[in-house]
């Protein structure tokens, strides 16, 4: 499966983004979806996840203030970002746990200016 990332920008601190993540077929509705993010010189981090039957899971940074959701009918992942900070800018990456491997796309850029 292909997935395509898209509507980072840059946004002042305090502003809203959306984020989509496109699958190239549909995945089901049990398979975890995530975002994760890396910001310049550190790590890759898990920002938030999200499957049918259980609650989603957001990092302590982003609690309260992001919300993930999907469309299975859209076959798309999204990712609500909402009083945005400087701390939040990184290239925003979404997942799909494959059953032998994930899958990743390709990224999209979100800068929050302070």
């Known amino acids: 499966v292909q997935l395509q990332a898209s509507g980072g920008g840059l946004v002042q601190a305090g502003g809203s983004l959306r984020l989509s993540c496109a699958a190239s077929r549909t995945i089901h509705s049990s398979v975890i979806m995530s975002w994760y993010r890396q910001a310049p010189g550190k790590q890759r981090e898990f920002v938030a996840s999200?499957?049918?039957?259980?609650?989603?899971r957001y990092a302590d940074s982003v609690q309260g203030r992001f919300t993930i959701s999907r469309d299975n009918a859209k076959n798309t992942l999204y990712l609500q970002m909402n009083s945005l900070k400087p701390e939040d800018t990184a290239v925003y990456y979404c997942?799909?746990?494959?059953?032998?491997?994930?899958?990743w796309g390709q990224g999209t850029q979100v800068t929050v200016s302070s």
């Open positions: 997942k799909a746990n494959g059953q032998s491997e994930d899958y």
């Open positions: 999200i499957r049918s039957g259980r609650s989603p």
